[in-house]
């Protein structure tokens, strides 16, 4: 049986705390081998383990030794059969300037110790101290590694390094601040924190990571015992602890070198990213804490792990890393609906709802943020723990999220991935048949063909060298986009603008879209048009989402706001721009959407005509399903809007008003589109002579806008109307005042 093999099963019996659930765990994982279980519980009852073993050596300092207890003694005999110190033996004695007054722990490695400084300030500290027998050049360097990092960090997410030095005898030790708390995911089913509670306090740990990653440090083992939580004025803050094995992610922590042996694994494999699950050490970036507070979220809100623990190590160690690299795991929503009944019912009172509320909250955005973040492929996660956080605040904030369900493109390269050897056999075939048929054209075009590559081998040469400056520009561009991203976690939005506008062209990214979207949003809320109009121009050009949906939203952010500055001429730029972005979509909401932003103001012939393909579509969704238009009222009816000013620019006014009727029918309706409704009626009434019934229309369109408007414009929701959609129907309003007066 491999080391690696016991190290697995070891770990995480290690983590259990009561005896009957390990045993359960020690019978599924050996799965009947007596010998390996024996030299399992061999290994639980030593303390001499630290080169192998080296990521039990946890930084957990809680508020007392009953809490510790059961996760640091584990009293007995060393491999050498000699009594293993006790783990009291310096209680009393004096190390520097700290006295040192409890045993509060012990690891594979080293002891905790509640110690108090007298000079030059008196305050209550932890202090870790290797172990007698314990200071080999491995285990030396893996704790000045913990030492260096935690150093590195000054964040109120994250224990502070106080103090280090050595004892009379050599041995090293560091202080750090003592953290009172309990796990994360204790401390919110205590007390019973419901959803938006718990992604509040999510939302501080992955500040807290950032601040890590922003320091070149990766954590690498980020679980619920790793984040306490401790109160502060009845205020519950997390603290990230045990970056013991985080990994620099440039240059080295200490000038002892670390090794982690191959095959070793470096974290807890329920929380364990697919890359990290490979065993190269040299791929594991930040975007593998991205995944491991995936999990944590995952955790947070379905009282599960994607994978189960025991599970895991039940499979071996090949069958994890491909479950782990492969199978994709049950969203959110549908693994909380597996539970059984007994369970779902305490999830869910564990978080103050009930049973088929919790899931239709976990269902749609929380659904799919958490599984952007537990992308296999780690170039479709977010790419910054502050990049999760921002997704989860717009949530909150009933705001449009990033994180999006993966495109049919991205779901055949899977399924390729997946069956490489019947799409390799395929594409040998086709292949073969190919050069057959071909050979001869072949060798008539290579002279040819190598006389251009060797053209082209030239002007790649001379573009390299005109490029890097560029190339140079382009990298400081990115680094403005990240400081403004974290200017924005904290609601310093005008130093973010700033930055942002010393950047002479960003690179399309989501960080950079979030940022851009964010910062057009704010100048918009504060009638800065022009502002705004740069922001969501950049934007537009920085959008390469495989989702067109969200596209389509930020043009109608955009186009109102064109309208809103007076530049007629940029608005008609704009929307013939979006006309043909979208000419090809089969998509019935990106062709509703292209009908409104391109129809605010009157179009020439040309425009119409572009337009017929889109109304055909959105009309045809009707016929089909006449209630519902095939999704929702909610969207439904805002189609209807669509239509309604389409047939207005066609001049066919019964047909307008005819669709503004059924647009304002729906029981499921927003205020904005009621008074967009009432003002399209408005108009087609005037132009067919029914004054009377022009003006009453046009009164009940002006009041619901003007009262929106005379408290300032808001960010707003889905259900009363974003402020892009009355800022739509100011644009129409003024329009019908000028046509009717």
Known sequence: MSLCRKQEIFGAAVEIEDEAERNALLEAACAGDAQLRAQVEELLGTTAQADGFFEECATVIAASKEELEPL???????????????????????????????????????????????????????????????????????????????????????????????????????????????????????????VEDRLNLFIQVCQAVQHAHQKGIIHRDIKPSNI??????????????????????????????????????????????????????????????????????????????????????????????RTLREREPLRPSKRFGALPIKDMIEAASRRRDTTPRLESVLRGDLDWIVMKALEKDRGRRYETANGLALDIQRYLHNEPVTARPPSRWYRLRKLVRRNRAVFAAGTGIALALA???????????????????????????????????????????????????????????????????????????????????RLGEW??????????????????????????????????????????????????????????????????????????ISLLAPGDAEVIRALKPFQAMATESFETDPVNAGTYPLMAAWRCISLALMAYREDYMPTAQEWCRQAASYEVNTPARIATAHIINAMASYQLGEVSEARSEFEAGRKMVESQFSTGLTSGNGQDGFWFDWLFARVLLREARSLMR
């Open 523 to 596: 100048h918009a809320l504060r009638s800065e048009w022009d502002q705004a109009a740069a922001r969501f121009e950049q934007l537009l050009k920085a959008d390469q989402k495989d989702d067109s949906e969200m596209i389509t939203l930020d043009l109608l952010m955009a186009g109102p706001i064109q309208i809103e500055r007076g530049d007629v001429k940029a608005y008609e730029h704009f929307r013939r721009a979006a006309i043909e972005r979208f000419k090809n979509t089969s998509d019935v909401t990106d062709a509703e959407r292209t009908l409104k």
């Open 228 to 321: 306490l939580v401790t109160t502060h004025d009845s205020i519950p803050t997390p603290k990230v602890i045990d970056f013991g094995i985080a990994k620099a992610i440039e240059g080295r922590l200490t000038d002892q070198t670390v090794l982690t042996p191959y095959e070793h694994f470096i974290g807890t494999p329920a929380y364990m990213s697919p890359e990290q699950a490979e065993l190269r050490g040299l791929d594991v970036d930040t975007r593998s804490d991205i995944y491991s507070l995936g999990v944590l979220l995952y955790e947070l809100l379905t009282g599960k792990t994607p994978f189960d623990q025991k599970d895991l190590l039940a499979l071996g160690t090949e069958e994890m890393r």
């Open 72 to 194: 640091f003694s584990r009293n007995g005999a060393g491999r050498d059969g000699q009594p293993k110190e006790p783990i009291g033996e310096l209680v009393g004695s004096t190390i520097g300037s700290y006295k040192l007054l409890q045993a509060l722990g012990e690891g594979g490695c080293g002891a905790v110790y509640l110690a108090e400084q007298e000079k030059p300030v008196h305050r209550t500290v932890a202090l870790k101290v290797i172990k007698l027998g314990m200071d080999t050049k491995s285990v030396i360097a893996r704790f000045e590694a913990e030492q260096h990092a935690l150093a590195l960090m000054d964040h109120p997410g994250i224990a502070r390094v106080l103090d280090a030095g050595a004892t009379d005898s050599g041995r090293p030790y560091f202080v750090m601040e003592l953290v009172r708390g309990v796990r994360i995911t204790t401390y919110c089913d205590e007390n019973k924190l419901n």
């Open 435 to 517: 050069i057959g048929f071909d050979v001869s054209t072949w060798m008539f075009f290579r002279e040819r063909s190598a006389r251009k590559e060797q053209v082209r081998l030239r002007e790649v040469a001379s573009r390299a060298l005109e490029n890097e400056g560029h190339l140079r520009l382009q990298a400081e561009n990115r680094e403005r986009v990240t400081q403004a991203a974290f200017l924005i976690s904290r609601n310093q939005l005008p130093d973010a603008d700033e930055i942002v506008g010393k950047a002479s062209e960003i690179q399309p990214s989501l960080e950079a879209e979030n940022v851009l979207r």
